[in-house]
């Protein structure tokens, strides 16, 4: 079982407090300076792109998350004394094939709705493709972003899961914890201000549909996939203005951000497809105990 592997090291549950406690406090700290100064995040973004680049803002935040990543996966092998594959599966290793192909899933339907939209309401996205600084975002993107998510993954999916889910003695405890602390991590961005609180709807059901795949699957390797694909893709594909992730992307999306459909349906259409596909391919039963039942 996926949160036992955890114990496979040398437990101490007081090595599961620094790396996620610094993390989460630089997170923390950044929301307090927004609200005590009243900042424009979207605002002070522009700024910065304006006296350097997208491309380097957009780099030194993936950078910021290889640090973490790579800080993580030392305390994990030579504090904890885990492996990194009992980290991130059950299985004797790691199922390349699982994450390949919610990758491939995740990818497509990405791409095809974003050109459905396109094709349909035109005034929606302006192109923005140019040759030399796509290809630079591109190599970039390729293989940084994979590094960022994988980071929140290990975190949040991975070590606070395995934690949690041992310290709590519970499977559903860790999933809804972890699921909100990933909607939490967001809550400086400027998506957040410029929508309002109900996108915090769209990252915590994000978290719980990661952390259920997760704990069905018993391993990471389709919540590595998934976020690899939605934030790579996205990344090449589209941006905003007030957005977080603001690149030289294909197309620049002009459009007013909605607070209704946009953030819903993907929590509750979307998402529960991607739940019944992978039930279906991975033969996943014993939903109940899975989802709620001990840790042994």
């Known amino acids: 079982m996926y949160i036992e592997q955890g114990k496979k090291g040398k437990l101490g549950l007081w090595k599961y407090i620094p790396i996620p406690l610094v993390f989460m406090g630089l997170i923390g700290l950044q929301y307090i300076a927004v609200i005590l100064f009243d900042l424009d995040v979207a605002k002070i973004m522009e700024e910065q792109i304006k006296t350097r680049s997208k491309i380097s803002l957009f780099a030194e935040g993936m950078i910021f998350m290889a640090v973490f990543l790579a800080a993580l996966l030392f305390w994990v092998r030579y504090v904890h004394q885990q492996s990194i594959v009992s980290l991130t ?7 390349w094939g699982r994450i390949f192909f919610i990758f491939s ?3 497509s339907f990405i791409i095809v709705s974003t050109l459905l939209v ?8 302006q192109v923005n493709f140019e040759p030399v600084p796509f290809f630079i975002l591109a190599i970039v993107a390729i293989i940084l972003v994979p590094i960022q998510t994988s980071f929140e993954e290990y975190l949040f999916r991975g070590y606070l899961m395995q934690g949690i889910g041992i310290a709590s003695k519970s499977r559903f405890v860790p999933l809804f914890i972890t699921s909100v ?5 967001h809550i400086a961005n400027p998506e957040v201000s410029k929508i309002g609180p109900i996108i915090m709807v769209y990252y915590i059901g994000t978290g719980f549909f990661l952390g259920i795949i997760t704990l069905m699957d018993e391993g990471l390797e389709l ?3 998934f976020h690899a694909a939605n934030n790579l893709i996205t990344v090449l594909l589209v941006t905003a203005d007030w957005t977080a992730l603001q ?3 294909i197309f620049i999306d002009v459009s007013d951000p909605g607070t209704g459909y946009e953030i819903l349906f993907p929590v509750f259409v979307i998402f529960p497809l991607f739940l019944l596909i992978l039930s279906k391919k991975y033969a996943w039963t014993n939903w109940k105990e899975k989802l709620f039942g001990s840790v042994h």
């Open 105 to 107: 899933l995740m990818g």
């Open 247 to 249: 690149t030289d992307s």
């Open 223 to 225: 919540a590595l996939g």
């Open 89 to 95: 599966t059950s299985r004797k290793k790691v199922d």
């Open 118 to 125: 396109y094709f349909f309401t035109p005034e929606v996205y």
């Open 181 to 185: 602390l990933f909607g939490l991590m």
